[in-house]
T-cell receptor
Framework: DVKVTQSSRYLVKRTGEKVFLECVQD?????MFWYRQDPGLGLRLIYF???????EKGDIPEGYSVSREKKERFSLILESASTNQTSMYLC?????????????FGSGTQLSVL | QQQVKQSPQSLIVQKGGISIINCAYE??????FPWYQQFPGKGPALLIA?????SEKKEGRFTISFNKSAKQFSLHIMDSQPGDSATYFC????????????FGQGTRLTINP
């Protein structure tokens, strides 16, 4: 069974902390994505990566950075967490070689910044 | 800028009824339109998708209707069941590239027994 695993289901951090959200996929997918989900706003793309060490900004990259040192792992980093980054964070992966390949999502990390 | 606008935000339908969720897009370069279904505590999962070369696609009780001239597409759920209660997201993307989907705002669907 294919899987995208996010390291934490719930996370509580304080303002100013550096936060790492980890995501691992076992499907050998080239593409990996980080979205945030907020009520009334849907899913918004933060960053994506189509290869190891490659990254591209999505629609809302401000305040975030990413790291992809291995094909199966994609990390989202909040350098200095702020309260407006309280949200549900979803990681996803897909194949680059299959046209219209669906996104496989993890179950999400609910981050609260106090 | 919301490139894909989805309505309604929430919808309540009686069991056996038809659920209809609508989406409109702005970017005429979009050429792939999927719908994702999300249950509480889970990530979204692909439900059904359509390309703009057809006006309708049906998979079981789920149908996408597509109107290219109006830049609109909709999801119809026939004979809605309580198990269909979930949040539904429409999305759009350009096929060339890394499937950078632009999602709508989401619709929370509740099917009353």
């Amino acid at each position: 069974d294919v899987k995208v695993t996010q390291s934490s289901r719930y996370l509580v951090k304080r303002t100013g902390e550096k936060v790492f959200l980890e995501c691992v996929q076992d499907m050998d997918h080239e593409n990996m994505f980080w979205y945030r989900q907020d009520p009334g706003l849907g899913l918004r793309l933060i960053y994506f990566s189509y290869d190891v060490k490659m990254k591209e900004k999505g629609d809302i990259p401000e305040g975030y950075s990413v790291s992809r040192e291995k094909k199966e792992r994609f990390s989202l980093i909040l350098e200095s967490a702020s309260t407006n980054q309280t949200s549900m964070y979803l990681c996803a992966s897909s194949s680059l070689t299959v046209i219209n390949e669906k996104l496989f999502f993890g179950s999400g990390t609910q981050l609260s910044v106090l | 800028q919301q490139q894909v606008k989805q309505s309604p935000q929430s919808l309540i339908v009686q069991k056996g009824g038809i659920s209809i969720i609508n989406c409109a897009y702005e970017n005429t370069a979009f050429d792939y339109f999927p719908w994702y279904q999300q249950f509480p505590g889970k990530g979204p999962a692909l439900l059904i998708a359509i390309r703009p070369d057809v006006s309708e696609k049906k998979e079981g009780r789920f149908t996408i209707s597509f109107n290219k001239s109006a830049k609109q597409f909709s999801l119809h759920i026939m004979d809605s069941q309580p198990g269909d209660s979930a949040t539904y997201f429409c999305a759009a993307s350009i096929i060339q590239g890394a499937q950078k989907l632009v999602f709508g705002q989401g619709t929370r669907l509740t099917i009353n027994p």
